[in-house]
């Protein structure tokens, strides 16, 4: 992927991290990188930049569509032809049917919906012949607990949205794909864990070992399939919504006490 140039939301912790970090071992050489905690971003770029990856950061709230509009255009002229696209960045603000704001509903959508959709539109005019558009969404987008009604909706949108996005850019040869993801410890998800729902501090390794496969997915496992279907390993292959998990959608588990 030399001289490629992607563009990573989410991109200071986690599993936007975990993808810059992967792109770059695999040789995309310019990168811009969008978060809301810009400090994070820059001891990223730091980091890539000592593995000889040119990586601009623009500091935005993603739920701020009036500062998306206003300074993504200029980043975009900054770094001229884009080739990747990962929308990983996403809210997992609790709500239900019962106890779900108005204010938390549109926090809800303006990041994991609205956000993804505007920069698919400002980016898809940069992108080169064969670039790619990888939406990180969700195995709840199949439907979730009650706690998590709202984002499950949220991410059952973007899984649709990401279909339609394929479908329209198919005849400009760009794909757009999406990555269904399962249970994945990130330091955000262990701060929820440990702080909303009183998970003691080493619930990785005690819900992990519960698991189909021993463990939780890490960041790492997202940043290796975007590797791949950002490659020309998957140059055929737009509008699939892919299941990264160790759970069957669909199906009842065998063990569940395990």
Same mark, same amino acid.
Request: glycine share 10%; aromatic share 6%.
């Given at each position: 992927?030399?001289?490629?140039?992607?563009?990573?939301?989410?991109?200071?912790?986690?599993?936007?991290?975990?993808?810059?970090?992967?792109?770059?071992?695999?040789?995309?050489?310019?990168?811009?990188?969008?978060?809301?905690?810009?400090?994070?971003?820059?001891?990223?770029?730091?980091?890539?930049?000592?593995?000889?990856?040119?990586?601009?950061? +623009?500091?935005?709230? $993603? @739920? *701020?569509?009036?500062?998306?509009?206003? &300074? !993504?255009?200029? %980043?975009?002229?900054?770094?001229? /032809?884009?080739?990747?696209?990962?929308?990983?960045?996403?809210?997992? +603000?609790?709500?239900? $049917? @019962? *106890?779900?704001?108005?204010?938390?509903? &549109? !926090?809800?959508? %303006?990041?994991?919906?609205?956000? /993804?959709?505007?920069?698919?539109?400002?980016?898809?005019?940069?992108?080169?012949?064969?670039?790619?558009?990888?939406?990180?969404?969700?195995?709840?987008?199949?439907?979730?607990?009650?706690?998590?009604?709202?984002?499950?909706?949220?991410?059952?949108?973007?899984?649709?949205?990401?279909?339609?996005?394929?479908?329209?850019?198919?005849?400009?040869?760009?794909?757009?794909?999406?990555?269904?993801?399962?249970?994945?410890?990130?330091?955000?998800?262990?701060?929820?864990?440990?702080?909303?729902?009183?998970?003691?501090?080493?619930?990785?390794?005690?819900?992990?070992?519960?698991?189909?496969?021993?463990?939780?997915?890490?960041?790492?496992?997202?940043?290796?399939?975007?590797?791949?279907?950002?490659?020309?390993?998957?140059?055929?292959?737009?509008?699939?919504?892919?299941?990264?998990?160790?759970?069957?959608?669909?199906?009842?588990?065998?063990?569940?006490?395990?």
């Amino acid at each position: 992927m030399t001289q490629k140039t992607a563009i990573i939301t989410g991109a200071a912790q986690g599993v936007g991290e975990a993808i810059a970090e992967r792109l770059a071992t695999e040789g995309v050489t310019r990168m811009l990188l969008i978060d809301r905690n810009g400090a994070a971003m820059t001891d990223l770029a730091a980091r890539l930049k000592g593995r000889g990856v040119v990586a601009d950061v +623009l500091t935005l709230d $993603l @739920a *701020d569509i009036d500062g998306l509009m206003r &300074d !993504l255009p200029a %980043a975009l002229d900054g770094i001229g /032809p884009v080739d990747i696209l990962a929308n990983t960045a996403g809210s997992t +603000l609790r709500g239900g $049917l @019962a *106890d779900t704001t108005p204010e938390i509903f &549109d !926090l809800l959508f %303006a990041i994991n919906v609205r956000a /993804p959709f505007f920069l698919m539109q400002l980016v898809a005019p940069k992108m080169r012949e064969g670039g790619v558009m990888i939406n990180v969404t969700s195995m709840l987008a199949y439907g979730g607990p009650p706690f998590l009604m709202t984002y499950s909706a949220t991410k059952a949108a973007l899984v649709a949205m990401t279909k339609s996005a394929a479908n329209t850019l198919k005849r400009d040869r760009v794909r757009v794909l999406g990555i269904n993801l399962g249970w994945t410890w990130t330091p955000g998800e262990q701060e929820i864990q440990t702080k909303v729902h009183g998970l003691p501090d080493n619930w990785r390794e005690t819900v992990g070992a519960s698991q189909p496969f021993g463990r939780l997915l890490m960041p790492e496992d997202p940043a290796a399939l975007v590797a791949f279907l950002a490659s020309k390993d998957a140059c055929m292959m737009t509008g699939a919504i892919i299941d990264l998990d160790q759970f069957v959608a669909g199906t009842v588990d065998d063990n569940p006490g395990a």
